[in-house]
């Protein structure tokens, strides 16, 4: 009897637990709508007041804040939209004075705000490019905001939901902190080469050109780079840059169409390659060029440093084979098992050949000129197989008596990464001499020595 008596009481509890959660889930769902509308001072949000926004180096982040009435009474979403079409009849009414539209390429904003159960604040963010407000520095920036299509029958405040957001761009940055974009002694006729960092060859010449970013660094971005043909023959036909010759892009020179700024960097530097044939016909002509930068991906141009004109110094920049100019040339031994590997081989101006010899200990090949020559270059090409004869230790050598030697240029455990490679070889020597040697005293692991070119390099 007692057990009959539990089961009812349990049934009784159970039936009223269920009834109490249906009573709560009735009562949420009988929860009243909410209205919602942006938080503004009669439709307006001015930037800066108090601390209403943040400032990055590429970034301005503003909290546009959505209010409800009271807590949500469920998770429900409003469509975030903008209005350009009633900003622009604004400002050309007159109504927002000295005001510019900010155009969508500029910033972010969320399309849909979603709010939850329980809230009654919400802040969208609002991210404008650092870029804006330094291209309309001084002027006011103007975005309207826009909700529609709020959901789960909730209704939008007739007076918020729309509102004005009004950028002050002088308070939010100093004229002095405005990022400009330039190259590095642009502004005027920068002549080239203007250090000892480019880099000379016999077919082509490259110039490092270098792009300064004033201010403090931030993100990495892009700049167009293009050659500027107008600029430069205007200074010619003015009589600025008289009795130069304009460089042709393709024909004469190659540059890249896009630098890319690295992050937190104030400087970047792109090639521009000269074809050391267009050196040497335009030698006597001053040869120029002018490039221009556009269409950064972030901050501003300098209007006038954004265009470098440029002119070449081809005395400077060429970079001339005198091997062949000799009139004297003898190595130390000779290939006398084969004519056609013996020592001229070495600087017969063919990859394709070699100097080959048997027992090698060591060998010197020597040139002799008319006058004392100054070099500071040479180059070495490995010859058609065998790695293990390619040359490992030598030192190049001059002299004004063909007796009494200077090493120049001393190089160590040297190797070649494949057959019919051309090294070239640097070294610091304004010096001429009459006599030059390549002193080869070890190969890398054989009795025999090979290589295919010997070249001795004059440079400016």
Known sequence: MNNKIFFVLLIVCVSGMWSCKKDDKFTDERLSP????????????????????????????????????????????????????????????????DAVLLDESYYQLP?????????????????????????????????????????????????????????????VIRE???????????????????????????????????????????????????????????????????????????????????????????????????????????????????????????????????????????????ETDITNTNIGYKTQYENTSNANETSGKLIDNNVNSKFLLFNFSTLWAQLEFATPQTTGAYTMTSANDAPERDPKNWTIEGSDNGTDWIVLDTRTDQSFGSRFLTVKYTFSNQVAYKFYRLNVTAVKNSDLFQLAEWRLLKRP
């Open 176 to 318: 002095e902190d405005i990022h400009y974009l330039y190259f590095t002694g642009g502004g005027s006729v920068l002549k080239q080469p203007s250090g000892t960092d480019h880099v000379l060859g016999t077919s082509f010449v490259v110039l490092p050109v270098s792009v300064t970013l004033g201010g403090v660094a931030g993100g990495a971005f892009t700049v167009n780079v293009s050659t500027n043909a107008d600029t430069a023959q205007a200074l010619i036909d003015d009589g600025t840059l008289a009795g130069s010759t304009l460089l042709k892009e393709g024909d004469d020179y190659t540059i890249p169409s896009t630098l890319s700024f690295p992050a937190n960097s104030n400087t970047a530097r792109f090639n521009l390659v000269v074809n050391t044939a267009s050196l040497k016909k335009y030698e006597l002509n001053k040869p120029v060029l002018a490039l221009s930068l556009s269409s950064p991906t972030r901050h501003l141009l300098d209007a006038t440093r954004s265009t470098v004109v440029m002119e070449l110094d081809p005395s400077k920049l060429i």
């Open 34 to 97: 909410v209205n919602v509308a942006i938080r503004s001072t009669n439709g307006r949000i001015t930037i800066p007041t108090g601390n209403n926004y943040t400032r990055t180096t590429d970034y301005v982040n503003i909290p546009v804040q959505i209010i409800l009435s009271a807590p949500a009474p469920k998770l429900f979403t409003v469509d975030v939209n903008v209005n350009n079409d009633t900003v622009q009849h604004m400002i050309d009414a007159g109504q927002l004075g």
């Open 111 to 171: 399309k849909v705000a979603e709010l939850r159960f329980g809230i009654d604040t919400l802040s969208l963010p609002l991210q404008i490019s650092m870029q804006a407000i330094e291209k309309h520095y001084g002027k006011t920036l103007v975005l309207a905001v826009d909700l529609d299509d709020v959901g789960k029958q909730n209704t939008l405040d007739a007076a918020g939901k729309m509102a004005l957001i009004l950028i002050n761009t002088a308070e």
